[in-house]
């Protein structure tokens, strides 16, 4: 079966709203739902497209996994480009940098255009999965600082809002004060219109109207309003086997995946191995590549392997019962729809949630005691949780229901990001009462507004008056 190709193809007009404000009286049932244009002038804020926001210098677009920042960032590049024909652009992806990769951002014959009046728009994508160190104080010292011409150079970047440096903004604030008062803005992507998931759906030969209300009749329009679950969502609603959990709907979405792929429909190229092995072998890449804060994956020879990159070939294995070859896990990176080609021996995750997800699956499965398992999950110093590895262990509690019990009672805040679906009523009682004695405690200075809100307001209520509060 053909997944509809959902995540890049549509010519949806992605929103976005101002940072600090609350988008809710905008979502409805999870989808975005706009004003009508003649009620707009009683907001304050109004959900916009960039276009509308092209006269401030510096955007930062924020957005959670899956909602598609990298894909309205290129959609603008394409407008730019389209509208702007007298403007220079430049768009880089930063988890693709490497010491030195500064000369892209800082080109001179470029910049000797925007010495002579040109405009110069720079468009940073994935600055959350950026793997140099320090990366906020790598732009700051070697791109920042080094803009001579601000009022000429506009600058847009995307990055998950819980990785976001304040520093990173304060440096951008000061460079470009002297353009104007207000020079930096912070907007957060909206989910997706139910216009949008109709002409998905149109476009994908799928009843539009009977997904939307078996969505609705399963309690999943958060899911549906997502780039990145829609599109396994209108697959499996194809073959009508439509689960309710996220989880569900990311293994099995992923497992076709592991069936189907563009690549392999234009080639008619055959597989080797069942689609039930690629998947394993998938897994196992992404846990190497997640724990090792890889920024891609390489298959070639191994001294040759780049600083950043996992080397594919490491899930490679001889052990009887568990045998996995060269040829296997090449044909997992070029025929299955979870990895994109980025050259001949370098590819990527066709998207950071997938990497997070099959890691995650394949610690729950792991026969591994918890304490095992948290061994590869908490700084060695702190006993912390990893930050980068939040996301991971948001999808692994919505997977081992005894990782759950840890998380709730001892990171409640990194439980907030977890499947909401899996989290029974009875986890609520002890969820709230980690982050009431955390905040009491003053280990935590504040917790996401957004994740908070997810919790119903009774029971926060009810918990702090059983404990005085």
């Not at 706009?34 to 210098?57: F, K, T």
């Not at 304040?166 to 604030?173: G, N, P, Y």
């Not at 309003?225 to 990311?250: C, D, Q, S, Y």
């Not at 890449?285 to 994956?297: F, H, M, P, R």
């Amino acid at each position: 079966m053909e997944l509809p190709n959902t995540s890049c193809c549509f010519p949806w007009p992605r929103y976005w709203f101002p940072e600090g404000n609350s988008n809710s009286v905008f979502v409805q049932s999870g989808y975005l739902a706009l004003p009508p244009a003649e009620d707009s002038h009683y907001y304050q804020a109004l959900p916009r497209q960039l276009a509308e926001l092209s006269q401030i210098p510096v955007l930062i677009l924020l957005g959670e996994p899956g909602y598609g920042k990298s894909h309205a960032l290129a959609d603008e590049r394409k407008r730019l480009e389209k509208e702007h024909l007298e403007d220079l652009v430049i768009f880089e992806d930063l988890k693709t940098f490497v010491p030195g990769s500064e000369q892209r951002l800082l080109d001179s014959d470029t910049f000797k255009l925007v010495e002579q009046g040109r405009r110069l728009w720079i468009l940073l994508d994935s600055f959350d999965e950026c793997t140099l160190p320090a990366p906020g104080d790598w732009l700051i010292s070697n791109f920042i600082n080094k803009i001579k011409h601000p009022e000429r150079v506009f600058v847009r970047i995307t990055c998950r809002p819980s990785h976001w440096p304040e520093r990173l903004e304060k440096a951008f604030s000061g460079r470009w004060r002297s353009v104007t008062e207000s020079p930096v803005a912070s907007w957060r992507l909206c989910p997706l219109r139910q216009d949008d998931i109709r002409l998905a759906a149109n476009l994908s030969q799928i009843d539009a109207e009977g997904f939307l209300n078996t969505v609705t009749e399963r309690n999943v329009e958060q899911l549906a309003a997502l780039p990145v679950t829609l599109r396994f969502m209108l697959g499996l609603f194809k073959e009508n086997r439509l689960p309710k959990l996220r989880t569900e709907i990311f293994e099995q979405g992923l497992e076709l995946l592991c069936e189907d792929s563009p690549e392999r429909q234009i080639n008619g190229v055959k597989s080797q191995i069942p689609a039930g092995d690629r998947f394993r072998i998938a897994t196992k890449i992404a846990l190497g590549y997640v724990l090792q804060g890889c920024n891609s994956v390489w298959f070639g020879p191994r001294v040759q392997c780049p600083i950043g990159l996992f080397d594919a070939k490491q899930v490679a294995c001889k052990e009887v019962g568990q045998e996995i070859s060269d040829e296997a896990v090449k044909e997992t990176l070029e025929l299955t729809g979870i990895f994109a080609r980025v050259d001949g021996k370098h590819f990527q995750f066709a998207s950071r949630t997938f990497a997070e997800f099959l890691a995650a699956w394949y610690i729950a499965k792991s026969p591994v005691p918890t304490s095992q398992k948290l061994k590869v999950l908490l700084h060695p110093d702190s006993q912390r949780l990893i930050p980068d590895l939040h996301e991971t262990t948001a999808w692994l509690a919505a997977l081992d229901i005894d990782f759950r019990s840890w998380l709730i009672n001892h990171e409640p805040e990194a439980a907030l990001e977890a499947d909401f679906a899996t989290l029974a009523q009875a986890d609520l009682p002890a969820l709230v009462d980690g982050m009431l004695r955390l905040a009491t405690e003053e280990q935590r200075p504040s917790y996401d507004r957004q994740g908070v809100y997810r919790v119903h307001p009774s029971a926060l209520v009810e918990r702090m008056v059983a404990r005085g509060l």
